[in-house]
């Protein structure tokens, strides 16, 4: 069960203030990539999860952006920030407040159209590409079962449009 978020200090990117979140409670993503700075991933996984109650949560995240008074909030997780069921409503949530809001995602899952819905919803998207052939996108990234670099790319391609 997930009763908070967890925060980066506050900094300055081109004169904006951002706090970044997490909103994810252990790293939970459809990748293991080798470069990982979180590390590995126990159990890839594409589809969302219930991490509980949000209220408090939401409630902590509400008083750090009225304290703080950042310009952007910088959704950045511990794996895919999509695995979060509930990462509609914490990014309507965040704009309610007032933050422009950025997402980071692997990008593997923008395709779909339940996450592109959601992206569209921030201001930013960040998604990310490590590998340009195939083989590399395997050994490197280490994607789920069935994974591939032109569906990879098709997908980001399809957001963006």
């Given amino acids: 069960m ?3 978020f967890t925060y ?3 900094y300055i990117e081109d004169g904006e203030k951002i706090l970044e979140v997490n909103v994810l ?3 939970l993503c459809n990748f293991d990539c080798v470069f990982c700075p979180i590390g590995k991933s126990k159990s890839k996984v594409d589809s969302q999860r219930s991490f509980g109650d949000l209220k408090d949560a939401l409630e902590d ?3 750090k ?3 703080q008074k950042p310009d ?4 950045n997780s511990k794996g895919e920030s999509f695995v979060n069921d509930r990462i509609d409503e914490i990014v309507d949530f965040i704009k309610a407040q007032g933050p422009s809001v950025r997402l980071f995602s692997n990008g593997y899952l923008l395709g779909r159209k339940e996450y592109g819905e959601i992206a569209h919803r921030c201001d ?3 998604g990310e590409l490590k590998a340009i052939r195939e083989e590399d996108f395997q050994k490197l990234q280490r994607p789920m079962d069935g994974y591939t670099l032109s569906e990879y790319i098709s997908n980001m391609e399809r957001f963006r449009k």
């Fill in 72 to 75: 952007l909030v910088f959704i």
């Fill in 124 to 126: 930013e998207v960040i």
């Fill in 2 to 4: 997930m009763n908070s």
């Fill in 65 to 67: 952006i009225e304290t």
């Fill in 8 to 10: 980066k200090d506050i």
């Fill in 25 to 27: 409670p252990e790293k």
């Fill in 61 to 63: 995240l509400k008083g």
